[in-house]
């Protein structure tokens, strides 16, 4: 008996040890507090999320503040209501309209979302349109949102093209400067979109 006792101990040392090894020198894990998150600037958000907001709908024109390429943040939970989904690039990548990207009053301050819309190309009665990563944030009780092109090129019957953020020829919003913050997403019932 005592031998198959100590040959247990030998196997369970053996297993620990191992185990910290790996654990030692596993490259993954939690970010450390220098801010090492991948290819992200930020952590991604994960404290609770406000349910559908009920703000008025994107207008198909409107324009936003230049974000992020990409975003660790979790899919945003669609503004309330059925939305349409409109076809962004020639291998047929659909996405939901920019009337799906979260508008007027959100719950948690801070929470922070983003998801993929397609924004019409030269009209809102387009069958195609831009794809564009939204970043959306709770600030103040209102949802606003920055956006960057994510695929698809539109081509308009005025020789010019549509850029991410709205402006003719790919150009960008000359009202947001390069520190420009997110527009509001009109929760006051005001006339800007963002």
Not at 51 to 69: E, I, L, M, R
Not at 137 to 159: E, F, L, N, P
């Amino acid at each position: 008996m005592k031998r198959t006792s100590s040959r247990r101990v030998a196997i369970v040392a053996a297993c620990a040890s191992a185990i910290a090894i790996v654990a030692a020198c596993s490259p993954s894990g939690p970010p450390e507090p220098s801010g090492d998150y991948g290819p992200y600037s930020e952590p991604p958000y994960v404290g609770p999320r406000s349910p559908c907001s009920t703000g008025p709908a994107h207008p198909w024109d409107a324009t936003f503040p230049p974000g992020p390429n990409q975003s660790p943040h979790p899919v945003c939970v669609q503004r309330c209501g059925m939305h349409p989904t409109m076809v962004w690039d020639e291998r047929g990548g659909v996405a939901p309209t920019i009337d799906a990207v979260p508008s007027g009053a959100c719950t948690y301050e801070g929470e922070a979302c983003s998801m993929v819309a397609v924004r019409p190309c030269c009209s809102p009665e387009g069958d195609h349109g831009l794809a564009l990563l939204f970043e959306c944030r709770c600030r103040g009780g209102v949802w606003t949102c920055a956006a960057a092109h994510h695929g698809g090129v539109c081509s308009c019957g005025d020789g010019g093209t549509r850029g991410a953020d709205g402006g003719a020829d790919g150009g960008g919003d000359a009202s947001a400067g390069p520190d420009a913050e997110p527009a509001d997403s009109g929760a006051d019932g005001g006339d800007e979109a963002g």
